[in-house]
């Protein structure tokens, strides 16, 4: 028997008004982490807020743990949110937060001062936990968040933007348990627009803009599928950068070439496996000295950039 996804999102789309939050989304969330990357306003924080059971969709489904999760305490109880928005009180220290949260999640009174010394520990803020939270920076405030989420010992964590605004010390912390949760089976799902966030958690990765997925898997799987449908760009550092790109120009597949520096070209193909086998002779052939051959079109900066400029053409 098939072990059931804790999260299955099957054509779900979200609309606000004439505006789509989300369009025919089809998404699996697995045990481990994922990452989501998207520009401001493509999707993340919509797509959290279904997975939480907060917004419903108004086309398609989403289950998670095998159950929908609007207006399921059940399933609540069992994910752990850290929004991209202020939740705490400022005039409030941050312990007496904590206590008023774990309060209104229905624990009693001893039991809330035990988690808020627990979730304090976790985002290694005890010696801050008597502050009034006004106090606080935003690396501070984004540790304690974590904490309240991890204090319950959630089975799944969704977190929207956690790397925000916060210095470096905190950005190590988040990533280090985020890494963790991972390690001991936990579903986690990241959301951020920033690229190299995500790729240093993972490279299981989803790719959002304007409500729409425009790919999900392996970053490796994305970029090889990336390269039988886009132009290539690669940077060659030789000592006869003119010479090299006037040979390369006769090369049918090469769209165009550019000379970077006395020492350096690029250049664009739309067939970068056959570019690579072919260069050599190239070389050879203009009696040039190549000291670096790199690609500029590895990475999920590269797969973001393709593929939310596909999206937008097709929108």
């Known amino acids: 028997m098939t072990e059931t996804a804790p999260a299955v999102l099957s054509g779900a789309s979200v609309f606000y008004g004439e505006v789509i939050g989300l369009s025919r989304v089809d998404l699996t969330l697995r045990p481990g982490i994922t990452g989501v990357v998207g520009p401001n306003g493509s999707g993340k924080s919509?797509?959290?807020r279904v997975l939480t059971g907060l917004h419903k969709p108004g086309e398609g489904s989403v289950l998670v743990f095998g159950q929908a999760p609007f207006g399921s305490p059940d399933v609540r109880r069992r994910i752990g949110f850290v929004p991209a928005t202020e939740c705490f009180f400022d005039a409030l220290s941050g312990r007496r937060n904590l206590e008023v949260m774990f309060l209104a999640q229905g624990q009693d009174r001893p039991s809330a001062r035990a988690l808020a010394e627990?979730?304090?520990?976790?985002?290694?803020?005890?010696?801050?936990g008597h502050r009034r939270y006004g106090t606080w920076s935003r690396g501070m405030r984004q540790r304690l968040k974590l904490g309240l989420v991890l204090a319950g010992d959630p089975e799944m964590v969704l977190l929207d933007e956690p790397f925000l605004g916060v210095?470096?010390?905190?950005?190590?912390?988040?990533s280090a348990k985020?890494?963790?949760?991972?390690?001991i089976g936990r579903t986690v799902l990241v959301s951020s627009h920033v690229l190299h966030e995500v790729e240093s958690l993972t490279d299981r990765v989803g790719i959002?803009?304007?409500?729409?997925?425009l790919g999900f898997g392996q970053i490796a799987q994305l970029l090889l599928e990336l390269r039988d449908r886009h132009p290539h760009r690669i940077r060659v550092?030789?000592?006869?950068?003119?010479?090299?790109?006037?040979?390369?120009?006769?090369l049918p597949?090469?769209?165009?070439?550019?000379i970077v520096s006395r020492d350096v070209l690029e250049f664009i193909t739309e067939r970068p496996q056959v570019a690579y086998r072919e260069l050599p002779g190239v070389v050879v052939e203009t009696e040039a000295v190549v000291r670096q051959v790199q690609t500029l079109d590895d990475g999920l900066e590269a797969v973001f950039?393709?593929?939310?400029?596909?999206?937008?053409r097709r929108l």
């Open 46 to 48: 919509t797509l959290m």
């Open 118 to 128: 627990r979730a304090l520990q976790i985002g290694g803020m005890s010696e801050h």
């Open 167 to 174: 210095d470096p010390p905190t950005r190590k912390l988040l």
């Open 178 to 183: 985020i890494l963790d949760l991972g390690r």
């Open 208 to 213: 959002l803009a304007r409500g729409r997925l």
């Open 237 to 250: 550092a030789t000592d006869r950068p003119r010479e090299l790109a006037s040979a390369l120009t006769r």
């Open 253 to 258: 597949h090469v769209r165009e070439t550019k």
């Open 305 to 312: 950039r393709h593929m939310t400029a596909a999206g937008t």
